[in-house]
């Protein structure tokens, strides 16, 4: 069980009997049940149409100099207009799970971000449905048609343990409460919500069921101390891995390191 599951590359790359990638943002666990009942092709032709009826870039077929653009600077000059008419139409209807792909995929960052009128509100990115993307997108749609997957869209302190058993395994990756990024702006996550995930892993280990749960100690100065007390009594385990791309990552050095740890009961 993938309690926190974004875009599911956990859970696609688990090897287990049976998986279950929950998220409390409806519209991810809409697109991706929509992958899970569609083959690759089929996406990918959608995107294309998409792509076409609105002028974005294609420099998987033309790269950038098609465009007036080079790869240092992106495409976000030449996609900013067509960029807000997507994003524009998506708003009228967010139930359409082709169009949130292809919203995300020419977002900033691949990112996704909802304001409080329930529109998507993320600037144009300065990449497009490039090759990489595209091997990768093909990648997961094939291997999700191999998997006994399932997808629940529900807030964790509503998820019951009551159903999980000793041969089962919860891995959790959470909003990282001293990090900002998209998804935990606006109180999305608070100490309140960091307590109850606690609590919840502890309900968990009582139960004798195992669990992983990602986070980070520190960022940039500031300390989780609600989770370092919390941590003593499981095992620790800190990472020393980069991620360039990640904005919680500080890139001038002297603001602070990120202690990113897996806290485990096993």
């Known amino acids: 069980m993938d309690l926190f599951c974004g875009g599911g590359n956990v859970g696609v790359n688990i090897r287990a009997e049976k998986i279950i990638c929950n998220d409390i943002e409806p519209h991810i666990i809409s697109l991706l049940r929509y992958f899970k009942n569609s083959t690759s092709r089929e996406v990918l032709s959608g995107v294309e149409a998409i792509i076409a009826r609105y002028g974005l870039s294609d420099t998987r077929t033309y790269g950038y100099e098609y465009y007036g653009c080079n790869s240092s600077d992106g495409v976000a000059s030449y996609n900013k207009d067509p960029y807000l008419r997507l994003r524009a139409d998506y708003n009228k209807d967010t139930s ?73 395994f919860l891995y959790c990756d959470p909003p990282y409460l001293v990090t900002r990024a998209s998804y935990n702006e606006q109180s999305g996550w608070t100490e ?25 100690l520190e960022n940039k100065g500031k300390s989780n101390d609600i989770l370092r007390a919390w941590s003593q009594k499981y095992n620790i385990h800190h990472l020393n891995h980069t991620y360039g791309n990640c904005n919680y990552h500080a890139k001038d050095k002297s603001s602070g390191s990120t202690d990113e740890v897996l806290i485990t009961n096993y």
């Open 96 to 168: 359409n799970d082709l169009m949130f792909f292809a919203v995300v995929l020419f977002a900033f960052s691949n990112q996704i971000r909802f304001n409080s009128k329930g529109e998507f509100n993320m600037p144009v990115n300065k990449r497009d449905f490039n090759d990489v993307v595209w091997q990768n997108t093909v990648k997961f749609i094939d291997r999700l048609a191999t998997l006994n997957i399932g997808f629940t869209a529900c807030d964790f302190r509503d998820f019951s343990v009551d159903g999980l058993t000793a041969k089962d």
């Open 192 to 216: 309140a919500h960091e307590r109850a995930l606690l609590e919840l892993l502890d309900d968990v280990n009582a139960k004798g069921i195992k669990f992983a749960l990602s986070n980070v």
